[in-house]
């Protein structure tokens, strides 16, 4: 017996549309099974993992806080990956956007002025790009694979940090952890509404998103994306230069990504510490996949996958399970988007042996 | 056994109602097909008429959805190409699989039982070689070789496993006329033995020429068989494309204007391992002049094209001149916009991606030079779809672009309809230079013409056009004047009604009586 892959005639339209929501499902139904095997009652784990969070106003903000590293780097990455480029590294470059960007406060603490939040959230973009320049210089460069080194790149940026805040950044009236002085007011990334924590990167996420689906639906910037994408020898015969897209690309990824650090930094934490991250930059792959690499879907899916995080924790505090649950829901979800996708443009066919005796007459 | 038995007896292979569904679409559909034991039988058809279809299912590449395949009389299942060699069946593709790093004997050992020593197998192949007339030097290097040359190394593959029957698919699409004659021979020698020749061709007088039967497919169905001995050129056509193929025409020359293409002394050093570099090329094109460069595949036409069309821009600026202004350097929107037109030969993943649509397709080759029409708003570039979408309304229409829907996928359609989109974009533009690639390479007979009378039109209004094809027919067609381009180089262009077949044939086999070297192209 064989299994092969059999390409569709046509792809259904109305399938296309539903197959997220379907892996969600999907993800749901095995989420539940996993909970019942853990001995926990599956209906209520999942109710206070993806429904409770939902009820409070104070959560929603968290949703929002969570969402917008997820979006903001999602959308930078889909333009790679539209491109054919494959950034893995917006960890490291979220991180370093995370350090350029706070050069600024950590050094100059007794700096006020209002210009130091522009400033801030301009030098995390810059970082961010520089950063995933080195990929993109490596791959025109030498034809080294940016997917092995953007994701080197992001142990070292994580490193990097580490050495900082344990090291030259550490507070000196700190009690000896591994932290920056608090950023004074004027560095702090400024709450939206007066009901909660969610911050001004929510915005930046949204306006984000929009701009960059505008580019891909209707600029031509966006066209030399999916040509050079599927084809760089047709991208040559348009005239655009495969070259210069991936230095686009990358460089705006990683400054979204730049920017998603430092507002993390600024909004949320207020201080530069060694764990800045729960992982956004990975899981900003997932976000971009389960919103079809379109910059609208990653609005909607960035706020499902941020829900995973919400979900994490108070399922810890509620039922008392390990907060690695939501990473396994985050493996879930990927796996089930994927072979979801697969599916609309495949079919399964099973060959069983069905050999008639054919001996050859001699 | 009775392999010499007349067409009277059991057929070596029937084929009975066959049908493969992709999806809905019927690729063949209800098909009968006899095959005797020793006669060549062709099967003949249009792109996208089912023969490649078929003869993957007869070689148990694919599997029928419905119907039979009886080989010597009796019903079988053919589920994988080993199945197929163990009945007999042998088959040499179009696209040859050989690895090129390797050498003749390895690439046959690849094919065969592993246990066999490569020594057994290059002695083997070397008889074989000499007792069909298939010269072949077993310790060669697959790179180093001509295409005529590597295609026998897929017919000894074939013949060491002894087979009934043997499919060919298109063979003499790569050959000199010279290569495809030694071909013959050989197959003749198969017929005489008692084997049996499956020949799948679009060429009608080869297919007249050697072949006993024929089987002509159309959308699938069998349309007809015949002997084709017993029809002409024309009738067969009409079986092959339902209707009488327009015959291409040309009212006496047109008066020659000023220089539209100059190339002096052009050399491009190969990019990879496996391409060829450029030697020395100087060409001339006049307004009204179709200029075809003749050549078998790989001597180094597409990188002729690619330093023509700026995808790859030269060193020396000079060497190419558009209209007189040197181009050299110059990328290939920049020489579009100096009023050159470009069509590769490959028409998916260069000429046009296969996933996007044709309006976007249009787009693809014109955003730079019908910016003022296709895009608003200054830098920013947005595109303006109503407008793309309308010439490209146009141009379908003016090509005769048979599509399903206003603006599909350029995937969705048959070659030779993609292929008028896409000459159909250029001439759109009326290009003063147009340099076209195999234009109507794996295209069928209907388009074909079309695409061919456009490009004489062309140049009858009063553009120069240089045609890079493999197909002498297409060059006797269209051009005025022709060149030979062979291991990179370029013979001095020569008007087409002085020039033979048969020297056309020693110019592309490399013998340019500057260099006379007998045997050139297999030395090494």
Redesign the interface.
């Known amino acids: 017996m064989r299994i092969e892959l059999q390409k569709?005639?046509?792809v259904s339209t109305l399938f296309s549309i539903v197959s997220p929501i379907l892996a969600l499902a999907l993800t749901l139904v095995f989420g539940g099974i996993m909970f019942w095997l853990l001995g926990k009652s599956p209906l209520g784990a999942l109710h206070s993992f993806f429904i409770e969070p939902l009820l409070e106003v104070w959560s929603l903000h968290e949703l929002a806080i969570k969402a917008a590293p997820l979006i903001l780097i999602g959308v930078g990455l889909a333009v790679c990956y539209r491109s054919n480029n494959w950034n893995i590294g917006a960890e490291g470059q979220f991180t370093i956007g995370a350090i350029t960007g706070s050069i600024l406060p950590v050094l100059n603490p007794d700096w006020h002025s209002p210009l130091i939040l522009p400033l801030m959230l301009v030098m995390g973009m810059l970082g961010g790009a520089l950063y995933a320049g080195i990929p993109a210089l490596l791959k025109t460069r030498f034809n080294t694979n940016e997917i092995l080194t953007s994701l080197m790149l992001v142990y070292i940026a994580q490193l990097f940090l580490d050495w900082l805040v344990r090291g030259p950044w550490r507070d000196p009236q700190g009690y000896n952890f591994p932290q920056t002085k608090s950023f004074q007011i004027e560095a702090v990334l400024p709450e939206i509404l007066a009901s909660g924590r969610a911050h001004w990167a929510f915005i930046f996420a949204i306006v984000a998103a929009i701009a960059l689906w505008f580019m891909m639906r209707?600029?031509?910037?966006g066209?030399e994306v999916?040509?050079l994408g599927?084809?760089e020898?047709?991208g040559?015969?348009?005239?655009f230069s495969a070259r210069k897209m991936v230095w686009f690309s990358m460089l705006l990824s990683g400054a979204l990504a730049g920017l998603a650090g430092i507002s993390e930094v600024s909004g949320s934490i207020g201080h530069v510490q060694p764990s800045i991250s729960p992982g956004y930059g990975f899981t900003a792959i997932i976000v971009a996949f389960l919103g079809r690499l379109n910059p609208l879907g990653i609005i909607a899916s960035g706020l499902v996958l941020a829900l995973t995080y919400l979900g994490g924790e108070a399922a810890q505090l509620s039922i008392g399970i390990s907060d690695k649950v939501s990473r396994v829901f985050q493996g879930l979800l990927l796996f089930f988007v994927l072979s979801c996708d697969t599916l609309i443009h495949y079919r399964i066919r099973l060959?069983f042996?069905?050999?008639?005796p054919?001996e050859?007459?001699? | 056994?009775t392999l010499s038995a007349g067409p009277t007896s059991v057929p070596l292979l029937s084929v009975r109602g066959l049908t493969k569904l992709?999806?809905?679409?019927a690729a063949c559909n209800g098909v009968d097909l006899d095959i005797a034991p020793g006669e060549i039988h062709a099967l003949l058809g249009e792109n996208g008429a089912g023969k490649s279809t078929l003869v993957k299912m007869l070689f148990g590449v694919l599997?029928p959805s419905a119907g039979d395949i009886l080989?010597?009389g009796?019903?079988?299942?053919?589920?994988s190409p080993g199945?197929a060699r163990?009945?007999?069946i042998g088959m040499v593709f179009q696209h040859f699989s050989l690895f090129e790093a390797l050498t003749v004997a390895e690439n046959i050992a690849l094919s065969l039982d592993p246990k066999i020593s490569l020594a057994k197998i290059s002695d083997e192949a070397a008889a074989l070689s000499k007792a069909y007339g298939l010269p072949l030097d077993p310790n060669a290097h697959v790179a180093d070789l001509s295409v005529g040359e590597r295609q026998r190394i897929e017919i000894v593959r074939a013949l060491l496993q002894n087979p009934k029957l043997i499919i060919l698919d298109e063979p003499t699409s790569v050959l000199t006329p010279q290569e495809a004659d030694r071909l013959f021979e050989t197959l003749f020698k198969l017929r005489s033995e008692g084997r049996s020749v499956l020949y799948i061709s679009h060429r009608l007088e080869e297919v007249q020429r050697i072949c006993d039967r024929a089987t002509v497919l159309r959308h699938g169905k069998v349309t007809g068989a015949c002997d084709p001995k017993q029809e002409t050129p024309g009738s067969l056509a009409r079986m092959m494309v339902g209707s009488e193929v327009a015959q291409v025409h040309r009212d006496g020359s047109a008066a020659l204007g000023d220089v539209g293409l100059e190339v002096r002394n052009l050399s491009v050093p190969a990019r990879t391992p496996f391409a060829m570099s450029l030697k020395n090329i100087s060409m001339t094109v006049r307004a009204g002049e179709v200029l075809a460069v003749a050549g078998v595949a790989g001597n180094g036409q597409s990188e002729l094209f690619d330093a023509l069309?700026g995808?790859f821009p030269v060193t020396d600026d000079a060497a190419i001149r558009i209209r007189g202004k040197a181009v050299g350097r110059l990328?290939?929107?920049g020489r579009?916009l100096l009023g050159a037109g470009?069509v590769?030969e490959?028409r998916h993943?260069?000429?046009?991606?296969s996933?996007?649509s044709l309006s976007?397709n249009l787009?693809?080759?014109r955003?730079?030079s019908d910016k003022r029409a296709f895009?608003s708003g200054g830098a920013?570039?947005?595109?303006r779809y109503d407008a793309i979408r309308s010439a490209a309304r146009r141009i379908c229409e003016k090509m005769d672009v048979r599509k399903s829907g206003d603006d599909p996928l350029a995937g969705s359609l048959s070659g030779g309809n993609l292929q008028k989109f896409i000459v159909g974009r250029e001439l759109d533009r009326q290009p003063t230079v147009l340099i076209v690639n195999q234009p109507t390479w794996g295209v069928d007979a209907g388009a074909a013409s079309r695409i061919r009378q456009a490009l004489i039109d062309l140049a009858k209004a009063g553009s120069a056009v240089v045609v890079i094809s493999q197909d002498l027919d297409e060059i006797f067609e269209v051009a005025t004047n022709i060149a030979v381009i062979s291991e990179g180089r370029l013979s001095a262009a020569e008007p087409a009604g002085s020039l033979t077949l048969e020297r056309i044939g020693l110019l592309m086999g490399g013998i340019h009586e500057s260099h006379p070297v007998p045997e050139a192209a297999h030395a090494h």
Do not use: Y
């Not at chain 2, 009796?74 to 589920?79: G, T």
């Open positions: 569709r005639a046509r209707f600029m031509l910037k066209f999916s040509v599927q084809s020898r047709a040559r015969f348009a005239g060959h042996g069905r050999t008639r054919a050859v007459a001699g | 056994m992709f999806g809905s679409f599997q080989w010597e009796r019903s079988v299942a053919i589920n199945e163990q009945l007999g069309s995808e990328g290939i929107n579009r470009f590769p490959e993943g260069h000429a046009a991606v996933a996007m976007d787009l693809l080759a955003s730079r895009l920013a570039s947005i595109i």
